[in-house]
């Protein structure tokens, strides 16, 4: 039996950080939880006598110096650079795939021949390099297709084009480099799947996987999707969407496959995989896209409604031997809403003063979990996009949702954007 985790450090600094640090603070083994570089929120809860606390530097540099047991990497970028390889080099264990596995996120185009290679359902597609096979390949599609850019792009490298028109000019600006340089040099064209998004994520070890509870996102800025995309500005969990015998199908037919086909491709898969699935109206599960780390602000839902221990499953995991019986879902249910900055997702303003953030806490079963805050003459100001994620649990979904709005009212700052849909559908599905 190996040792369970005592001193864990956490990488990143938004919503999804505070939620891993606050779940990774349940297990108890763990004594302290470091979070770099963290946010303003990321300090120690009054009644724990556990520790939380923000540091600053080079992540292996640190890791090293404060002889950290674990290290979970948050930002797809840096796993996409290879710190998980950095790390497991320096004898550090460290939760995340390495920057070969990290392929399934950092290249769409990799992705999808990826999951036509191992029969992974997913729209029908082309990867093209130049103007003129974007425009052949963009006129096979029955209706105008999605255009995505191969590389990571912030979330701001998917176009779902209006027409077959639009849909050759975005591939033509993508290909020329100006708007995402190299990331855009490739691109995929996309069959345009129409349906119901959820986020499904599961806890991998190479082989074995243990399914997280399911979640839906609500990515545009405003109510009834409208407006821009954004990083996603509420959540809720479970998703009623993926019931008991689609949530079997997606075991079998994406996840299953893709633990095989990447060890048989020669980069197991570690670190938590996370499957963007859309559901057509006929009820068939088609991924959308895969990611290689938690999702934000899934995550801030998902830790709420998961019990057990959470820095030991992720250790297991990162060893290679997932023990998935040190964790469980629980039956209740749980609500995030994001409260965004004026002027998000375009050009978010910063230094607004933020009240109200006790009153919130107070709030039975609401956790407020910091994202865009920084600390300013002893205020909490903002200082980003996405400022705060207001997420409850609840025994039911009505009760989550009602307890989360109940805390979110409770805090101001200028400017503050929030939806008010937020499981809205979701709710309307269980009401008469
Ligand atoms: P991605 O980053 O690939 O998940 O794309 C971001 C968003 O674009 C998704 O969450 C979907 O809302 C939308 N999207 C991506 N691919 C498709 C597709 N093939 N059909 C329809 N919508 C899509
Ligand atoms: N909320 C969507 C994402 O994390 O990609």
């Known amino acids: 039996m190996m040792v369970k985790p005592k001193k864990v450090m956490v990488v990143g600094s938004g919503g999804r950080e505070h939620a891993l640090a606050l779940a990774l603070l349940r297990s108890e083994s763990v004594g302290e939880v470091l979070v770099n570089p963290g946010n303003a929120g990321i300090r120690s809860p009054a009644d724990a006598a556990k520790k939380l606390r923000p540091v600053s530097g080079d992540a292996l540099a640190v890791a090293k110096s404060e002889r950290v047991d674990l290290v979970v990497v948050g930002p797809e970028v840096a796993l996409c650079n290879g710190l998980v390889d950095e790390l497991a080099g320096a004898g550090i264990l460290a939760f995340g795939p390495t920057r ?5 996120e950092a290249s769409k185009a990799f992705m999808k021949e990826f ?9 029908r597609f082309e990867v093209v390099r130049d103007a003129g096979d974007a425009e052949r390949a963009i006129k096979t599609f029955e209706s ?4 995505k850019a191969d590389g990571l792009c912030a979330g701001k490298g998917v176009v779902v084009s209006a027409s077959h028109e639009e849909a050759v000019l975005v591939a033509r600006r993508m290909l020329s480099g100006e708007p995402f340089g190299d990331a855009g040099r490739t691109v995929v064209i996309e069959e345009r799947l129409v ?15 243990f399914l997280l509870p399911t979640a839906q996102d609500h990515k545009r800025i405003g109510d009834g999707d409208s407006g821009p995309n954004t990083g996603g500005m509420g959540t809720y969990a479970p998703a009623p969407l993926i019931t008991p015998s689609l949530a079997a199908r997606i075991e079998r037919e994406i996840f299953e496959r893709a633990l095989l086909g990447m060890a048989s491709e020669d980069s197991p898969f570690r670190g938590v995989l996370f499957a963007g699935i859309m559901v057509t109206p006929e009820g068939e599960p088609n991924l959308l896209e895969f990611n290689v780390r938690f999702g934000d ?3 801030q839902v998902i830790t709420l409604v998961v019990e057990g221990d959470f820095a030991e499953t992720l250790a297991s995991a990162a060893r290679g031997e ?9 039956m209740d249910h749980a609500v995030c809403v994001v409260l965004a900055a004026h002027g998000y997702p375009a050009s978010p303003r ?12 107070a709030v039975d079963g609401a956790t407020v979990f910091h994202a865009g805050t920084a600390e300013k003459s002893g205020r909490i100001v903002t200082a980003g996009g996405r400022v705060l994620g207001v997420a409850a649990r609840g025994a039911s979904l009505a009760e989550a949702h009602e307890r989360a ?18 499981a809205a559908r979701a709710l309307g599905s269980i009401r008469p």
């Open 195 to 209: 349906g119901s998004e959820a986020s499904v994520h599961g806890i991998c070890d190479g082989e074995r996987f």
């Open 100 to 104: 070969r596995a990290a392929r399934l």
């Open 115 to 123: 999951a036509a290679r191992h029969g992974i359902p997913t729209g």
């Open 144 to 147: 105008p297709p999605v255009v």
């Open 297 to 299: 602000p899934e995550t």
């Open 350 to 361: 910063v230094g607004d003063a933020i009240s109200g953030l006790t009153e919130a806490e």
């Open 405 to 422: 709005y109940r805390a979110a009212d409770c805090i101001q700052f200028d400017g503050k954007q929030l939806r008010r849909d937020i």
């Open 322 to 330: 997932l023990d998935p019986t040190a964790m469980h879902v629980s």
